[in-house]
């Protein structure tokens, strides 16, 4: 297992906190810490090979193997093969079930241990190969001894408990504590000196050990730096929380100033998006202001109010609305029962439909239609969702002349307008040409010929819609419409119109309906529908026609 880079938190080599690791250092350049006489002065042991060393006797004493092959594995991994071989004989050195106890308090105390151990060693590898080296020594002669010792076990294991975890420096040493500094120096020292005194224990001889335990036992020549170490973790660990929950509190402080400047970035952010945004809205309303003077449409067209509208015919239908045996105005459950409307209704594909009938032979008294209800119903259900309405009435009053008649580029040009003002950002790359084709001369000169061109620059117009949107175009009265100013004021050239319709559905970059209201006798509607254009339109589905639809007292 690798251990993390170590932290930085002493300065350098010269801190003057590291003076209890440092002079130890020194001791052991003298050669005064080398008299366990165990490992050679210029042996460098690593944690990684102290880790190792300890795994290796712990997977030795799971396997079935004889007392000879573990000893000689032990021994081979801490380069004492001549000192074992020597007192192999002896029963006192022959390891026991204990070993394995050992080396896992070992591993324990060692992961605990380097924490420190990393810290020192930032400012100098010598640090590192010094305690490592040093607790080499001391598993070496414990296993070669072959002796339980429980007091230097349960110290280790204490300690293992105590140590600061190397995340936990390695989290607060941006404080640099001196305190914290000093207190590590000094647990790295008293560990050194505390396996020293381990290791001179162990390497006792028998008699010696006898004379040891007699005269000076191991609580009085270990115990007092047990005691001491055990203070210093304990410091150690206040210290440690002192930073800790020091860094906390700046954590929470910066933590709130930067929600703080969060919130007012955000806040400006909205500002800007919002002064933006009214930016954008400013330029589209100045757009669909200038595109409606461009084409000359007044601002309140009575072509386009379907709440007038509706009065208007409310007015002249009213008697029909008191009188029991007079035949029903339209009402929306009347047009949904109908077959060809449910088709065009229902159908994802562009389509026309064409409504044409006549009033009931006693409504002689208005020049309007009773199917212009079905252009005000389905001008608000349309309406809803994703879709875009443009209605055109071409009677606003309730009778009308021939001379008073809209002309089809006023219809073309209201529509553009309708869904310019729903959709205004279809003006952003610019409307000029679609102006001046729409106020241009040829409309004068040659009426079908700039109906034709318009359809491209419709495509062109509604294709910056979503292709999932539902454009429709209401056209109610098409018989109170003329193709030019020119033209006969008592004709209107039905075929002409329709070609054009059937071309602009047919065609659309999206969903496109189109309903035309015609108000006809019986003997006009033969002629209505007679080009063979017409008829595949009928027959694709692309036309959906009910010509018939009187009003009569049977409805």
């Not at 007079?326 to 562009?350: G, N």
């Not at 409309?443 to 109906?451: N, R």
Request: hydrophobic share 35%; aromatic share 8%.
């Amino acid at each position: 297992m690798a251990i993390q880079a170590s932290p930085c938190l002493f300065t350098g080599p010269d801190d003057s906190t590291l003076g209890p690791a440092r002079h130890l250092l020194q001791l052991h350049a003298g050669n005064q810490l080398t008299q366990v006489g165990l490992l050679p002065h210029q042996v460098v042991i690593t944690y990684e090979d102290l880790n190792e060393k300890i795994e290796a006797l712990k997977l030795s004493q799971d396997e079935d193997c004889g007392d000879d092959t573990v000893k000689s594995g032990i021994l081979n991994a801490f380069h004492g093969r001549q000192r074992w071989r020597t007192n192999r004989q002896k029963p006192t050195r022959v390891p026991g079930a204990w070993v394995q106890k050992m080396a896992c308090t070992f591993g324990d105390f060692l992961s605990s241990y380097s924490g420190i151990v990393e810290v020192v060693k930032g400012v100098d590898s010598q640090y590192g190969g010094l305690a490592y080296g040093m607790l080499s020594a001391l598993l070496s002669v414990a296993v070669n001894k072959g002796q339980h010792e429980q007091e230097i076990e349960d110290a280790l294991d204490e300690f293992s408990m105590a140590f600061p975890r190397l995340q936990n420096l390695r989290d607060i040493h941006p404080e640099r504590s001196e305190t914290l500094k000093r207190l590590v120096a000094k647990i790295y020292g008293e560990i050194i000196l505390f396996t020293h005194d381990c290791i001179k224990y162990y390497n006792a001889t028998s008699s010696g050990r006898l004379k040891h335990t007699t005269l000076h036992p191991p609580k009085v020549g270990i115990q007092p730096k047990v005691a001491t170490i055990r203070r210093l973790l304990a410091e150690t660990r206040w210290e440690s929380e002192v930073l800790m929950q020091r860094q906390i509190a700046n954590l929470a402080q910066h933590t709130e100033e930067l929600k703080k400047h969060s919130q007012d970035l955000e806040k400006k952010l909205s500002e800007l998006y919002e002064l933006e945004t009214r930016k954008q809205q400013d330029s589209d309303e100045r757009s669909v202001t200038n595109f409606r003077t461009m084409l000359g449409i007044q601002e309140e067209d009575l072509h386009c109010d379907h709440k007038r509208y509706k009065s208007l015919l409310d007015e002249a239908f009213a008697d029909f609305l008191l009188e029991q045996d007079r035949p029903y105005i339209m009402t929306l459950e009347m047009l949904q029962a109908e077959e060809p409307v449910q088709r065009w209704m229902k159908s994802r594909e562009s389509g026309i439909l064409n409504l044409a009938g006549q009033n009931w032979s006693l409504v002689n008294n208005t020049t309007l239609c009773w199917l212009s209800y079905v252009a005000v119903l389905l001008s608000k259900p349309c309406a809803s969702g994703n879709e875009v309405v443009a209605t055109y009435f071409c009677q606003a009053t309730a009778t009308i002349w021939s001379a008073k008649r809209p002309c089809i580029k006023n219809v073309v040009m209201s529509w553009l307008y309708q869904i310019a003002k729903s959709n205004p950002q279809l003006l952003r790359p610019g409307f000029e040409n679609i102006a001046r084709l729409l106020t241009s001369q040829m409309w004068t000169e040659d009426a079908e010929g700039a109906l034709d061109a318009t359809r491209d620059i419709f495509h062109d117009f509604i294709s910056g819609l979503d292709r999932s949107t539902r454009v429709t175009l209401i056209f109610d009265r098409v018989d109170q419409c003329c193709l030019s100013e020119k033209s006969d004021p008592s004709r209107f050239d039905l075929d002409t119109v329709l070609d054009w319709l059937i071309s602009l559905a047919g065609k659309a970059p999206c969903t496109l309906k189109i309903l035309l209201i015609t108000h006809c006798q019986p003997q006009q509607r033969g002629k209505m529908v007679k080009k063979r254009k017409h008829i595949a339109a009928i027959e694709s589905g692309l036309l959906i026609q009910k010509l018939d639809w009187d009003q009569g007292a049977d409805q």
